[in-house]
């Protein structure tokens, strides 16, 4: 029995990369897919931003939901960067699929920020949000510095 979990796990462990790049018939459909999640996670980075900012007024229950909703954003373009997908449509630059480690690293540490975003968020401290907003905002300049053309 543990023999055969064991050739099990390490099915799904070979078996797992093909599947992100199995879900997308074309590499088109992988760009729009992860430009999609991205522009949406601009836009909801915008309205925090705005609060932030004091562009706008401060509403716990907006700020929440929106910083929810880029927590649960935040886990989904990265298996939409198949390999041969920085088409002319695409603003990824080839660094991504160099330097691999690096990107993963960097989506890693986005994610981990918006965690600690949505958890401020939820604190309702405007203090707390503003520091968690720039240190998301930090996060995300850095990937794009590296692996984004302008």
């Not at 897919?33 to 004091?54: D, E, P």
């Not at 990107?103 to 958890?119: I, N, P, W, Y």
Request: glycine share 6%.
């Amino acid at each position: 029995m543990k023999h055969c979990l064991c050739i099990f796990a390490f099915s799904i462990a070979c078996i797992a990369p093909l599947t992100a790049q199995a879900q997308f018939a074309k590499v088109e459909d992988a760009v729009k897919y992860r430009q999609s999640v991205l522009t949406l996670i601009g836009n909801h980075v915008g309205r925090i931003s705005a609060v932030v900012k004091g562009e706008r007024p401060y509403d716990k229950a907006a700020v929440e939901a929106d910083a929810a909703l880029i927590e649960t954003l935040s886990k989904l373009p990265w298996p939409a960067f198949v390999p041969n997908s920085n088409t002319a449509n695409s603003r990824a630059l080839p660094e991504i699929w160099k330097e691999q480690d690096k990107f993963k690293a960097a989506s890693e540490k986005m994610q981990g920020e918006v965690q600690k975003l949505s958890a401020a968020a939820k604190s309702g401290d405007m203090g707390a949000i503003r520091t968690a907003f720039g240190a998301t905002g930090q996060s995300c300049k850095a990937c794009h510095d590296d692996f984004r053309k302008n």
